[in-house]
């Protein structure tokens, strides 16, 4: 139980195009998801947080007009990457709460997903 | 504000010989740990946590963590490691419940035969 997908999992875009990831919580309700970012051989920085229904709360630092998220159902969020650039490149991880497993914080991760912006 | 320190940024231990990976964190209060590991081009696995009571924590493939509060630690232990085990490994604290994670930079650990 407790499975976080992301799709999809490796993109290569254009610079200057917009691209969709999708965060999915297949077995559980969540009402708070996270979007990480991860440069490599770095640690995970936390991008934003999103609640269900509710604008997402953004980091200091991070361009909400550049990296949209929408977290339109229980089940789903969507990080979208506009006006790609090739420094926006990495390795975007998502997390979900399941507050009716644990209300103590613990998160459960996706796989990831590979953007590489040419 | 939370923090998260691995001073440790390699590590490399031979095959079968013990291992800990030491984390410190700073927090007003009892926080909830974790310890992740990555394997590269991977998501995250968590390999145990640590919310309260018994302070020593039993996790997956033969890990364990003891939290320190007197230290403000949560040093990641395996007795005996095994090549598989070469990865990064995140060490991360949660305040309240709802709110992101906080990680640590990683310690990379490779596994010499």
């Known amino acids: 139980g407790a499975v976080v997908s992301q799709h999809p999992s490796r993109v290569i875009c254009k610079s200057g195009t917009s691209v969709k990831i999708e965060c999915r919580s297949l077995d559980f309700q969540a009402t708070t998801m996270f979007w990480y970012r991860q440069f490599p051989k770095k640690s995970l920085m936390l991008m934003a947080t999103s609640n269900e229904g509710s604008k997402a709360t953004y980091e200091q630092g991070v361009e909400k007009d550049k990296f949209l998220i929408n977290h339109a159902s229980l089940t789903l969020s969507t990080l979208t990457v506009t006006s790609a650039h090739p420094e926006d490149s990495s390795f975007y991880i998502c997390s979900a709460r399941d507050v009716s497993r644990d209300s103590r914080g613990e998160q459960y991760f996706g796989p990831g997903t590979r953007l590489t912006v040419t | ?113």
């Not at chain 2, 001073?7 to 990976?21: R, Y």
């Not at chain 2, 590991?37 to 145990?48: C, E, K």
């Open chain 2, 1 to 113: 504000a939370q923090s998260v320190t691995q001073p440790d940024i390699h590590i490399t231990v031979s095959e079968g010989a013990s291992l800990e990976l030491r984390c410190n964190y700073s927090y007003g209060a009892t926080p909830y740990l974790f310890w992740y590991v990555q394997s590269p081009g991977q998501g995250l696995q968590l390999l145990l946590k640590y919310f309260s009571g018994d302070t020593l924590v039993q996790g997956i493939k033969g890990f364990e963590a003891e939290f320190k509060r007197s230290q403000s630690s949560f040093n990641l232990r395996k007795p005996s490691v095994h090549w598989s085990d070469a990865a990064e490994y995140f060490c991360a604290v949660g305040a309240q419940a709802g709110t992101a994670l906080i990680f640590g930079k990683g310690t990379t650990l490779s596994v010499s035969s």
